[in-house]
């Protein structure tokens, strides 16, 4: 199973790292779709294409670093938080 370039590992952690980013700028915790628009509003900053799959691959670095990230209220809730800082 090959994978594009842009669900490539080094892809993932980056997204990670700016979701940390947005999510500690945030005070800490924020709905799924505000640090979804935040990043994309990030990486347009930066002049980086923001692509139609980037609400999945968010999701898919939430899920991937999981050491990162929780969910406070439970599986099945859209609200995601900061636990620890990429290191």
């Known amino acids: 199973m090959s994978q594009s370039p842009a669900k490539s590992p080094g892809f993932l952690e980056a997204l990670a790292r700016d979701v940390a980013m947005v999510l500690k700028s945030l005070g ?14 990030l990486k347009r900053q930066r002049g ?3 692509t139609q799959d980037l609400r999945l691959a968010v999701v898919e670095a939430f899920e991937r670093y999981s050491e990162w990230f929780t969910r406070p ?3 099945g809730s859209m609200r995601w938080a900061l636990v620890a800082e990429p290191g």
Do not use: K, L, T
Not at 29 to 38: E, G, K, L, T, Y
């Open 28 to 41: 800490g915790s924020a709905h799924q779709n505000v640090v979804i628009d935040c990043v994309a509003a």
């Open 48 to 50: 980086e294409p923001v």
């Open 73 to 75: 209220f439970g599986d």
